[in-house]
Each structure stands twice: as structure tokens, then as C-alpha cells.
């Protein structure tokens, strides 16, 4: 996706643009909630165009990014030390940074709490740690997920391939050859939440667009998709802070 920008007075909007074969008949503007401004386009359209109608609505984009410039300030960043607390399946764990003794290093989930035993106790190494910890707990959970979600939407076949990445602006994403795309930060939700989203992927294994048909096998797979879906949006800014 290829990144612009428009005047707003003295500042400047940057946008990534996307031209759609099938879009909406104009241009849409979403802004994410961290902040990215995100333009789709019928194919066709010209640059001038497109910039014409994100100009038309920038107090509307600049004002987005305003609220999102002050959840992100409300948010503290992480500081990686004894006693600060992380989301693991939905529940707050404080973290025990403490020396190692011999051999004994790694990351354990232990009487609730997130033990980290390390020989350097710098944020870097401790925030290295626990992002290795994170997905090997996602690879494991969400395998276990996708099993028990697939015959919800039908799915006979092997379990979809399956791979994680740590994304700032969405939870999954399905790929036309059918393999699943799924955020490494999803395993600190809540396991309701993390259904959902691995059954929203699961959907467009048969549906990829968000058709009316995806939203009725949806509603089949899981009718309360809805509140896991608000109550992951919810969260959305808590647990995407690393
Ligand atoms: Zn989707």
C-alpha cells in the first residue's frame, strides 16, 4: 500500500490508499484506532480525486487522530519491571523480573504470575523474553482454537496453516489460498474473544469478502458474535500496548 499526504492546515495527513475492483461506488476514510488513515478507492478513481475527498473530510481525520493521539498518552508504555502487570487469556499477571541462578532462564506462568528469570534485567531483554513467551503460548492456544471451532463453520478438511504475526492494527486476516493470519497479541484475550476472531477467519475460508452470505454463516457458527466482538474492542488498546 503505498502512503500520501494532504495539507490540513500547517499539518500534514498521511494516508495509505488502496484501489478496489468491487468498491463502494466513492472513496472511504477509516482511521484505525492507533492512528493509521486508511483510504479505499473504486478502481478508476485519480489521485487528484482521492485527494480531493480526503481534504473534504480532514477535520473529521484530524479529529480521529487527535482522540487516538490521547488513548495512546492514556496508555502508559511498558516498562518491562517487577510488579508492572500483562494480559495473558484475558487476566492481568504481575511480572516478577528476578536473577538468575546457574542455568535456570526463561519465562513461566506461575501462581499467577508472569516469573521472568534472566541474567541481564534490562527492559529489552525482558520485553525479548516475554514476546518469545507470547508466541509460544499463541501458537499452542490458537491451534488448540482453531480444532474446536472448525466443525462450528463446517470444516471438514486439516486445520488451516496457520501463521502469527504481531500487528499494531488488526486481530486476523485469511489469505485467498486459505491460510490463516493470525496477531500474536490475540492470546492476551479473553478465549471468548479469541473465538471469535478465529472463527471470523474461519468464515472466509468459504467467504472471503464480507458478503452478506459471510455474515449468515457467521451468525450460524457463533449468534454471539457480536459481544466478543465489542468486548474485544474494548480491549483493543490495552492489549496491542507492548
Ligand atoms: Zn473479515
New binding site residues.
Given amino acids: 500500500m503505498a502512503l500520501y499526504d494532504v495539507a490540513y492546515g500547517d499539518e500534514h495527513i498521511r494516508f495509505s490508499l488502496r484501489f478496489l475492483v468491487r468498491a463502494a461506488r466513492s472513496v472511504s476514510i477509516h482511521v484505525t484506532p492507533d492512528g493509521a488513515v486508511l483510504v479505499d478507492a473504486p478502481e478508476g478513481t485519480t489521485l487528484p480525486e482521492v485527494k480531493k475527498a480526503v481534504r473534504q473530510r480532514a477535520a473529521w481525520v484530524w479529529q480521529q487522530l487527535q482522540a487516538s493521539k490521547a488513548r495512546k498518552l492514556h496508555v502508559l508504555p511498558r516498562e518491562y519491571i517487577s510488579g508492572e502487570t500483562h494480559f495473558y487469556l484475558g487476566r492481568r499477571h504481575m511480572l516478577k523480573v528476578q536473577p538468575a541462578h546457574g542455568d535456570e532462564l526463561g519465562v513461566r506462568l506461575w501462581r499467577g504470575r508472569l516469573e521472568i528469570t534472566t541474567a541481564k534485567r534490562d527492559a529489552l531483554t525482558v520485553r525479548y523474553m516475554l514476546e518469545g513467551w507470547y508466541r509460544e503460548r499463541a501458537t499452542e492456544v490458537f491451534a488448540r482454537v482453531i480444532a474446536d471451532m472448525s466443525p462450528r463453520v463446517g470444516l471438514r478438511r486439516a486445520p488451516p496453516p496457520l501463521r502469527l504475526l504481531s500487528m499494531r492494527t488488526q486481530w486476523?486476516?485469511?489469505s485467498p489460498k486459505g491460510e490463516v493470519l493470525l496477531n500474536t497479541h490475540l492470546v492476551k484475550a479473553p478465549r471468548p474473544c479469541i473465538e471469535y476472531v478465529v472463527v471470523?477467519?474461519l468464515?472466509?475460508l468459504k467467504e472471503l469478502n464480507?458478503s452478506e452470505r459471510?455474515y449468515r454463516q457467521l451468525d450460524r457458527a457463533l449468534p454471539d458474535w457480536v459481544v466478543r466482538k465489542a468486548e474485544l474492542d474494548n480491549m483493543a488498546e490495552v492489549l496491542l500496548n507492548r
Fill in positions: 486476523g486476516s485469511c471470523h477467519e468464515c472466509h464480507h459471510f
